[in-house]
């Protein structure tokens, strides 16, 4: 069972590096999204100091050409079919990018399969969804949980324009769930870190108990000074 505590948000990035920092090895990750064959990939991680504590980051880089190959839902879903990927992590990444689709889709006013946009047409999107679900598979996980929700304040520069945080898909999707808003004055909960563990988890009011068998610390590259800038995940075995 693994258990996200969201002390300062969560974004795609954040949720992946805190699994690697858990135990998931970097090669197993890049050997699996070789088959993606996505031009100029690669992923490295780093260690960085949050709120005094030692966190893993990843940096993913790919070459700018192709970029539009991974424009809409039904074309990142070819692709990760072209991948070979077991079905458990097919459907995993189905289910997220669906949530995520659906909620750009309420936004707009489009149909789901109409739905073109720059969050799910990022490369690192299909990055941060692939790996989620390689990684719990990796880890053997069947229980994912995750604590209240943690927005940020601020605006920020999309597409559209400047909008408010959350952004417009982030709020569509905390319909039904325990949010905290912290003044941190930028965003800290993405699109893709809501999807990830809304379409997956399940909220819980209190940290589950059980034995810790492992713990993860991830970060993105925003340093907030005056929170705890990283994102906890905890590997728990169930209690007797």
Not at 69 to 79: D, F, H, S, V
Request: with cysteine; net charge neutral; proline share 3%.
């Amino acid at each position: 069972m693994l258990y996200f505590d969201l002390l300062c948000g969560a974004s795609g990035d954040m949720t992946l590096a805190s699994l690697v920092d858990l135990g998931v090895p970097l090669s197993f990750l890049k050997s699996s999204f070789h088959t993606l064959k996505i031009p100029g990939l690669a992923i490295e991680q780093t260690r960085q100091i949050r709120a005094g504590q030692s966190c893993t980051q990843l940096l993913i880089r790919w070459s700018q050409e192709g970029q539009r190959e991974y424009r809409n839902l039904a074309a990142i879903l070819t692709l990760l079919q072209r991948g070979k990927f077991q079905s458990r992590v097919v459907e995993t990444s189905r289910r997220i990018l669906t949530r995520l689709a659906e909620a750009e889709s309420r936004v707009h006013g489009v149909p789901v399969e109409q739905v073109h946009f720059h969050e799910i047409g990022a490369v690192d999107t299909v990055v941060d969804v692939l790996g989620f679900a390689l990684s719990i598979e990796y880890l053997g996980i069947k229980r994912i949980l995750f604590s209240t929700l943690t927005v940020g304040t601020g605006t920020i520069d999309t597409a559209h324009g400047t909008l408010s945080v959350p952004a417009p898909a982030t709020q569509a999707m905390l319909a039904g769930f325990e949010v905290q808003q912290l003044n941190t004055g930028t965003e800290i909960l993405t699109p893709t870190g809501c999807a990830i563990l809304t379409a997956c988890g399940r909220q819980v009011s209190d940290k589950p108990g059980g034995t810790v068998s492992g713990e993860g610390f991830g970060c993105g590259e925003k340093q907030i000074t005056g929170f705890s800038d990283y994102l906890r995940v905890l590997q728990l075995s169930a209690e007797p």
